[in-house]
C-alpha cells in the first residue's frame, strides 16, 4: 500500500528537480508582506514574537502546489487538478508524501539545505489523530467535522531571520509532464510583491460574547470528578477545557495581526484552510527537529504578570518556587522523556533545562527542554507517532487522561492541543502545541482553554485560571463588536420566552418519539388567515392522537403576542402552532405546548419562473424511513400502545399488501423443517440481534431464507420468536388471540450463545 501511495503521489506531483533560493528586501514588515497572501487558501504564516531562543524565525508559505487532507483514514492528496483517495492512516499517508518529495537526490552546497527548511509541508495535526494512533473511547461530539490533519506544500517559501535581520525566498522547482513550474511562481511572486498592499478588513463579534460549552458548575463538578480519579489512582494529573465560540465577521488575518501586536509570542501561526482558518498565539514548542537531533518544550505552571515592578517580580518568584507546579512539570518532563525516548538513541535523551522562568506579555511560564538523538532509520513522522498528542497538554498518564477528557469535555477538540508548524522535506521539523488557537469556520470563531487538574487543585481557581488565559483572544472584540441581533421569541406554555432559552425536557415523547403535531397560519399585518380552520384541525388531531380534550385558548391573542414580541404586525409573517405529548399520561400534563413566528418571504419571490416544478417521488408511503430508527417513531409507538390496549405485547405490523414485515420494537423469524424464513419488506429494520441470530442459526446447520410471509403462515410454522438487542430472542404464543405452535428450547438455547 505505501508503494501505491507513493507512486500515485510522485504521479500527481511530480518532482522536485531543483531549488531556487534568493535573499530579497520586503521593504515593509513581515507581517505586511504577508497579509499580501493571507487570502489565498493553503496559507500559512509563522511569526516569532519576542526575544526567546525558539522566536528566531518568521516563515511565509503559499500557493501550494499540493494539498494533503484526511480525517480518520480517508485521505485526499491534491495537486493541480488531479486528487488521489486512498483509505489509509493518515501518519503512513504523511510519510509517503514525505518520502516521496524528499530533496535527498538534490545536489546543494556543502553548508546543506537553508535553515530551518527549504520546502516541505505546512499545516496541523488536529489533537483528534489520538485516536489513530490508541484504542480510546469517542463519546464527545465532534460537531465541526473538520479534517484530522491537514497539510499544505507551498510553491513559495519565504524566511526572515529576525537574529540577522535577513530574508530569504525559497522556491522548489518542479516538474510535471516535462513542464517546470519555477517561472511561473516566480512571475507569480514579483507580480504580488509589485502589486498595491491589501486594504486592511475589520473584524467583528457578536455583542454578548463568547459562550462556554460548560456551564460553571458543570466545568466545577468536571474537575471534582477528575480529582476523584486521582485519589482512585487512575492518573496524576488531567488537562481539563471548556470551549467558547461566539458569532465572527470579518478579515481573519487582521484578527491574526491585532493578536500579535498585543501579545506576540514564540509559535504564533495563521492557516488559511481555505473553508476554515485557523489563528494561533500559541507559546509553547511541541517538537522541534534538525537532522537527528530533537526537542521538546513543556510548559507547565502559570502566572499573570503584575501591575507594578514589584508585584510582577513576587509573582515570577512565586512560580519558581511553588512546589506544586515543579511537581506538574517533573512529571510531564518525564512522560516525554518516556515518549521521545521510544524514537531516540539509548542514552541521548536528557533534560537540558528545567523550570526555567520564561516572561510573556501578559503571564509568567515555567518551561523545560528535553532533547534527545533520533536513532538511525527513525524519521519525523516515527517521532510525531511517539509523542503525539503531546504530554504537557494532556496529562498522565497520557492513555488514561485521554479516556478521561473524552468523558468529561462534550466536544472533540478538534485544533486545540493538536499541533501547528511545518515538517521540511530534508529533515527538519517545527511544531508548536495548539494552544491558545482558534478556529473561524462558517461564521463562528471557536477556541478552547484549560489547565492541569492536580489533586489539591481547587474548582473554582482552576476555572478562573481558563477564563484568564482566554482573555488575550476575548479582550481582542472590546470595541469591535457587531451589533446584537434581534431576538426571536417563543410562546411556551403560557409564557413568552427567548427562542434560545425554550426547553423541551429530553422524556418528553415528542422528542423520543416525534409524538406531536403542529399547524403553519399565514399572519398578515396580524390578521391570522382562516384561523378557525386551523384551530379545528388542529384540537381534531389532538382528539385523535392525544385521546383528550384540547385546551381552551384564545389562539388569536396568543398569536397576537408572539407576533407583537418579534416586531412583525406590519408584515407578513409565518406562526407555528405545535404541541408535543409530553411523557405524562394523566393529568396534570406536561405537553410541551408552543407558538413561534418569523417573517415569511412567499416562494415565488426570488424564482425566475411563477411556478412551482414537481418530481415523482419514487417511495411509495410505505415509508422509507423504516429502513431506518428515526426519532420519527411514533407509528410504531402508537401500534405498541394499541396492543396493549388489545391485552397483547406487542403489535404485527404488516406491508401495504397485507404481507408481514416486524412487530413494533423488534424483528419476526419463522422456523421450520431446519429452515429459518425472514419475512421480506421492501422497507424494514435491518435488525443486529437478528443478523447474529440467524449467523447462529446456519452454523447450526439451519437454512436462512429471505421470502414473502403471510400473517396466516404463522400458524403452519414449527415455531415463531421475535428479536432485538435488548431481549435476544424470544418465542410468539399466539396471534390475535389464536394459539400458534408451541416453541421448543431452541430460543434458550440461542440466548445462552448470544447474551
Known amino acids: 500500500m505505501a508503494g501505491y501511495k507513493m507512486d500515485e503521489i510522485k504521479k500527481i506531483a511530480g518532482k522536485i528537480t531543483g531549488m531556487h533560493v534568493e535573499p530579497i528586501d520586503l521593504g515593509e514588515s513581515f507581517i505586511d508582506f504577508s497579509a499580501r497572501f493571507a487570502a489565498m487558501a493553503g496559507t500559512t504564516v509563522l511569526l516569532s514574537g519576542g526575544d526567546l531562543d525558539c522566536a528566531r524565525y518568521h516563515i511565509l508559505g503559499a500557493k501550494p502546489w499540493l494539498t494533503f487532507r484526511g480525517r480518520n483514514r480517508k485521505m485526499t492528496i491534491t495537486s493541480a487538478d488531479q486528487t488521489v483517495e486512498v483509505n489509509a492512516d493518515p501518519f503512513d499517508t504523511l510519510r509517503s508524501i514525505i518520502n516521496a518529495l524528499h530533496l535527498n537526490d538534490l545536489d546543494w552546497d556543502q553548508s546543506g539545505w537553508p535553515q530551518p527548511l527549504a520546502a516541505g509541508l505546512f499545516g496541523y495535526l488536529s489533537y483528534d489523530l489520538k485516536d489513530v494512533l490508541e484504542k480510546l473511547p469517542r463519546t464527545s461530539v465532534d460537531d465541526l467535522r473538520l479534517p484530522h490533519i491537514c497539510f499544505f506544500a507551498p510553491s513559495i517559501i519565504v524566511v526572515h531571520d529576525k537574529s540577522t535581520d535577513s530574508t530569504r525566498l525559497c522556491i522548489p ?44 458548575s458543570n466545568y466545577l463538578h468536571a474537575v471534582e470528578t477528575i480529582k476523584e480519579y486521582i485519589a482512585a489512582g487512575d492518573v496524576y494529573q488531567v488537562n481539563m477545557s471548556q470551549r467558547f465560540e461566539m458569532d465572527f465577521e ?59 515592578p514589584a508585584q510582577d517580580e513576587q509573582l515570577g518568584r512565586e512560580l519558581k518556587q511553588s512546589k506544586k507546579d515543579d511537581a506538574e512539570l517533573s512529571m510531564i518532563v518525564d512522560l516525554l522523556r518516556n515518549d521521545i525516548g521510544k524514537v531516540c538513541r539509548a542514552g541521548s535523551v536528557r533534560v537540558a533545562e528545567h523550570k526555567r522562568l520564561e516572561a510573556y506579555q501578559n503571564v509568567y511560564h515555567l518551561v523545560s527542554i528535553v532533547a534527545g538523538i533520533l536513532d538511525p532509520g527513525r524519521d519525523a513522522v516515527d517521532l510525531l507517532k511517539a509523542a503525539f498528542p503531546g504530554g504537557s497538554i494532556t496529562g498522565c498518564p497520557k492513555i488514561r487522561t485521554m479516556e478521561i477528557i473524552d468523558e ?84 411556551i406554555n403560557g409564557s413568552l420566552e427567548p427562542q434560545e432559552q425554550a426547553v423541551i425536557p429530553i422524556t418528553d415523547l415528542g422528542l423520543q418519539y416525534g409524538y406531536g403535531f403542529f399547524e403553519t397560519i399565514r399572519v398578515d399585518h396580524g390578521n391570522p388567515k382562516h384561523l378557525d380552520a386551523h384551530i379545528d384541525r388542529f384540537y381534531q388531531t389532538w382528539k385523535h392522537l392525544f385521546a383528550e380534550e384540547p385546551p381552551d385558548l384564545t389562539w388569536h391573542d396568543i398569536i397576537n403576542q408572539v407576533v407583537e414580541k418579534n416586531g412583525l404586525r406590519n408584515t407578513i409573517a409565518a406562526v407555528k402552532i405545535m404541541v408535543t405529548r409530553g411523557d405524562r399520561q394523566d393529568p396534570p400534563y406536561n405537553h410541551a405546548l408552543v407558538v413561534t413566528a418569523r417573517p415569511y418571504t412567499h416562494r415565488l419571490t426570488d424564482k425566475q419562473e411563477p411556478g412551482l416544478n414537481l418530481a415523482t417521488y419514487p417511495h411509495a408511503r410505505q415509508t422509507p424511513l423504516a429502513d431506518h430508527k428515526t426519532l420519527n417513531y411514533l407509528y410504531y409507538f402508537l401500534a405498541g400502545k394499541w396492543a396493549l390496549s388489545q391485552n397483547a405485547d406487542e403489535a404485527l405490523i404488516l406491508n401495504p399488501d397485507n404481507t408481514v414485515s416486524e412487530t413494533n420494537t423488534a424483528n419476526i423469524l419463522l422456523i421450520k423443517d431446519k429452515t429459518v424464513i425472514r419475512p421480506a419488506s421492501l422497507h424494514v429494520l435491518p435488525g443486529i440481534m437478528e443478523t447474529v441470530v440467524c449467523k447462529l442459526l446456519s452454523v447450526w446447520d439451519y437454512k436462512v431464507e429471505q421470502r414473502i410471509v403471510k400473517p396466516e403462515d404463522l400458524f403452519t410454522a414449527d415455531e415463531i420468536m421475535v428479536t432485538n438487542a435488548l431481549i435476544g430472542a424470544v418465542p410468539v404464543l399466539s396471534l390475535d388471540d389464536h394459539k400458534l405452535p408451541q416453541p421448543s428450547n431452541l430460543w434458550q438455547k440461542i440466548n445462552k450463545e448470544i447474551l
Open 173 to 216: 522547482a518542479r516538474n510535471l509532464a516535462g513542464q517546470s513550474s519555477l517561472d511561473d511562481d516566480l512571475n507569480f511572486f514579483k507580480q504580488l510583491l509589485a502589486g498595491e498592499p491589501p486594504q486592511k478588513g475589520s473584524f467583528s463579534g457578536e455583542a454578548a460574547g463568547f459562550k462556554s460549552n460548560f456551564k460553571k
Open 250 to 308: 470579518g478579515d481573519t488575518f487582521n484578527l491574526f495581526t491585532k493578536l500579535y501586536a498585543n501579545n506576540p509570542a514564540p509559535f504564533f501561526a495563521y492557516i488559511n484552510a481555505g473553508d476554515h482558518q485557523l489563528v494561533s498565539t500559541s507559546p509553547e514548542r511541541f517538537l522541534l527537529q534538525t537532522g537527528d537531533r530533537i526537542e521538546t518544550r513543556p510548559i507547565k505552571g502559570t502566572r499573570p504578570r503584575g501591575k507594578t
Open 408 to 491: 468529561l469535555e462534550p466536544h472533540r477538540r478538534h485544533i486545540y492541543t493538536g499541533s501547528i508548524g511545518y515538517i521540511s522535506f530534508h529533515d527538519t521539523m517545527d511544531l508548536s502545541i495548539a494552544i491558545r488557537t482558534a478556529t473561524i469556520y462558517n461564521d463562528k470563531i471557536i477556541f478552547s482553554v484549560g489547565g492541569g487538574i492536580v489533586f489539591d487543585s481547587d474548582p473554582l481557581d482552576e476555572y478562573e485560571e481558563t477564563i484568564h488565559k482566554g482573555r488575550t483572544l476575548m479582550e481582542v472584540f472590546m470595541g469591535q463588536e457587531k451589533k446584537a441581533s434581534k431576538k426571536s421569541y417563543v410562546w
